[in-house]
T-cell receptor, first 112, second 116 residues
Framework: GNSVTQMEGPVTLSEEAFLTINCTYTATGYPSLFWYVQYPGEGLQLLLKATKADDKGSNKGFEATYRKETTSFHLEKGSVQVSDSAVYFCALSGGSNYKLTFGKGTLLTVNP | DAGVTQSPTHLIKTRGQQVTLRCSPKSGHDTVSWYQQALGQGPQFIFQYYEEEERQRGNFPDRFSGHQFPNYSSELNVNALLLGDSALYLC???????????????FGDGTRLSIL
């Protein structure tokens, strides 16, 4: 079945530091890949997505590239802000499989 | 444009009781999915409703059941509650399927269910 593995946190950075959160996946066929963000006490918000190999999703300074050869979808941001502190989830869905399969989440804390 | 709305926001029940959670999808969406998120974990898929029928189901017992109404809103029912059912229950909606099953899902803020 489908599965997502993302780097375990927590990750603590200083403001303006570079962020990478690793995500790899196992899936049959050609899944779509997503990053969701969850702020304290809230639901999940879609951050970015990519639907085919070599696609780059981007939003609010975050980027991730769909790498089929390495089955990866790493999240990056060049300069994080305190307001980026949240839990980040990598997820996939694909083919006739309507559900989203999530990783365990990575807690990011950005200090001023 | 209202997003996905869920009610109630918090709920406290005791073991053995039954609970109903409600979800209104984002305007223009016709598909509703339910997820269970235990503390410190990623959401786990419970089931998805489309055209008032359960289209796909995750690895959850029959105590978990659902319904979708003609206006696309949905309910999640859990019977014979166990302590392990304590979690955040998230509803997600997605748009009319045009190109495949990969329409992005939009989430509500969830219902926090605590079982005593």
């Amino acid at each position: 079945g489908n599965s997502v593995t993302q780097m375990e946190g927590p990750v603590t950075l200083s403001e303006e530091a570079f962020l990478t959160i690793n995500c790899t996946y196992t899936a049959t066929g050609y899944p779509s890949l997503f990053w969701y963000v969850q702020y304290p006490g809230e639901g999940l918000q879609l951050l970015l997505k990519a639907t085919k190999a070599d696609d780059k999703g981007s939003n609010k300074g975050f980027e991730a590239t769909y790498r089929k050869e390495t089955t990866s979808f790493h999240l990056e941001k060049g300069s994080v802000q305190v307001s980026d502190s949240a839990v980040y989830f990598c997820a996939l869905s694909g083919g006739s499989n309507y559900k989203l399969t999530f990783g365990k989440g990575t807690l990011l804390t950005v200090n001023p | 444009d209202a997003g996905v709305t869920q009610s109630p926001t918090h709920l406290i029940k005791t073991r053995g009781q039954q609970v109903t959670l409600r979800c209104s999808p984002k305007s223009g969406h016709d598909t509703v999915s339910w997820y269970q998120q235990a503390l410190g974990q990623g959401p786990q898929f419970i089931f998805q409703y489309y055209e008032e029928e359960e289209r796909q189901r995750g690895n959850f017992p029959d105590r978990f059941s659902g319904h979708q109404f003609p206006n696309y809103s949905s309910e999640l029912n859990v019977n014979a509650l166990l302590l392990g059912d304590s979690a955040l229950y998230l509803c997600a909606s997605s748009g009319r399927r045009q190109g495949g099953s990969n329409q992005p899902q939009h989430f509500g803020d969830g219902t926090r269910l605590s079982i005593l």
